[in-house]
């Protein structure tokens, strides 16, 4: 989750402040990028059996979730009083 987080963050830092379709498709992407694996360990861990589905809860409560919310706060935050750009001018 680290590494596609991290990389997630880099390009929406850089399309920060650009088009808002390009920023839009780099906060999409990053969060389904994210999600498909989190889908992928729950399977692994149902598979596994064990202890290993509480174990990667806790994880994605530790890593995923605080990510996630961070990031729509800050952007949030960021843009607030000029949303992202989708307004209609005039």
């Keep these: 989750m ?10 929406l830092a850089r399309e920060h402040g650009r088009s808002a379709q ?5 906060l999409a992407a990053g969060f389904v990028t ?6 992928s360990a ?6 596994a059996g064990g202890g290993a589905g509480l174990a990667l809860l806790f ?4 890593g995923f979730v605080p990510l996630t ?5 800050w952007f949030v935050r960021a ?5 992202l750009g ?5």
Excluded: D, H, N, Y
């Design 34 to 39: 994210r999600l498909v694996l989190a889908g």
């Design 86 to 90: 989708t307004e209609p001018r005039g």
């Design 2 to 11: 680290a590494l596609p987080g991290i990389a997630g963050g880099a390009w």
């Design 69 to 73: 919310a961070f990031e729509m706060i």
């Design 79 to 83: 843009r607030g009083a000029q949303g």
């Design 59 to 62: 994880g994605l409560a530790a």
């Design 22 to 26: 390009r920023f839009l498709i780099a």
């Design 42 to 47: 729950a399977f692994f861990a149902a598979k």
